[in-house]
């Protein structure tokens, strides 16, 4: 947490601890695709905010912004700990994925969540193309490392979730316009179709 005490301090820094803390207890056990402990994207999409000059509600909602969505922590518990606007964020970025027992489709839980982003605060689309960001950057990362099998451990293969991630993109420099984040998003984008096509000529296909 190096980089939250060297943008930090006081209440500010202890929110944010707070919320690292939270990330901790609600993610774990929990891992991701890459294989890695789930709450390092959620750490790594924190620091970016931070490093990028965000405030601590919006990096605190790095930290949170899965937590709802994926663990079923309340929201009314994410605002009693963390306060309204934080709340909000996590909201703006939680997909409902369940109707009773049932999985909704993944297609349209991702138009949901376009429609929500085109509507969210600047600062929650901030924290959505930080998530998009650090997920780009890792599937490339894997992908390269163990070749195209690894999309039987994704909800989606490589065409759909370059989709979702291109359409992120695009609310995001709608949005957010010649913010940093949005040219960085578009780079790792282009990075990860460009490792999807290496990997499909080498095996002969998608």
């Not at 994207?41 to 601590?56: I, P």
């Not at 909602?61 to 929201?75: I, N, R, S, T, W």
């Not at 890792?138 to 195209?148: Q, T, Y």
């Amino acid at each position: 947490m190096g980089w939250a005490t060297k943008r930090f301090s006081g209440s500010e820094l202890a929110l944010v601890r707070r919320a690292h803390e939270q990330a901790i207890l609600a993610h774990d056990g929990q891992m991701r695709a890459s294989g890695e402990p789930y709450v390092v994207h959620c750490v790594e999409v924190a620091r970016m905010l931070a490093e990028l000059g965000l405030d601590y509600h919006t990096v605190a909602a790095g930290l949170l912004h899965d937590v709802v969505e994926d663990q079923d922590v309340p929201l009314a518990d994410i605002e009693a700990r963390f306060g309204p606007a934080v709340a909000e964020m996590v909201a703006a970025l939680t997909e409902r994925k369940r109707e009773g027992d049932v999985e909704r489709p993944w297609e349209i839980r991702k138009r949901e969540a376009l429609d929500r982003l085109c509507r969210a605060s600047l600062e929650a689309v901030a924290v959505k193309a930080a998530d998009v960001l650090h997920n780009a950057h890792s599937v490339a990362l894997v992908l390269r490392r163990e070749g195209r099998g690894i999309w039987r451990r994704f909800s989606r293969g490589p065409e759909e979730t370059l989709w979702y991630y291109r359409s992120v993109a695009q609310i995001v420099r709608e949005r957010l316009g010649e913010h940093p984040l949005a040219k960085e998003l578009d780079g790792a984008i282009d990075h990860l179709e460009q490792t999807v096509a290496s990997a499909a000529a080498e095996t002969g296909g998608l």
